[in-house]
């Protein structure tokens, strides 16, 4: 059963390849969605797969890639996407 979970990432979440490193291991696990800069400085993930991918991806972008600080990730579950495939980053 496919399902998708939405986070926003706030710290130092841009500039820092944050989204190409979230799209790595999104696609590494088998997830499709997208990561996409916001204005207000956050990051928000949406991602799409099996339950125990998403927990491990969830679980990754507590710290993020090498250069990022990561200061808080809210999650909340989103509805099933449109069945696009891949990982995008906006």
């Keep these: 059963m496919v399902k998708c979970k939405r986070a926003w990432i706030s710290g130092r979440v841009q500039g820092v390849a944050f989204r190409a490193a979230t799209r790595a291991r999104a696609e590494a696990l088998g997830l499709r969605g997208h990561a996409r800069n916001l204005a207000d400085g956050?990051?928000?993930?949406?991602?799409?797969?099996?339950?125990?991918?998403?927990?491990?991806?969830?679980?990754?972008?507590?710290?993020?890639?090498?250069?990022?600080r990561v200061d808080s990730v809210r999650v909340e579950d989103a509805p099933a996407d449109d069945g696009s495939s891949g990982f995008r980053v906006g």
């Design 42 to 68: 956050r990051v928000e993930v949406l991602a799409c797969g099996d339950e125990q991918a998403l927990e491990t991806l969830l679980q990754w972008l507590e710290h993020g890639p090498p250069a990022a």
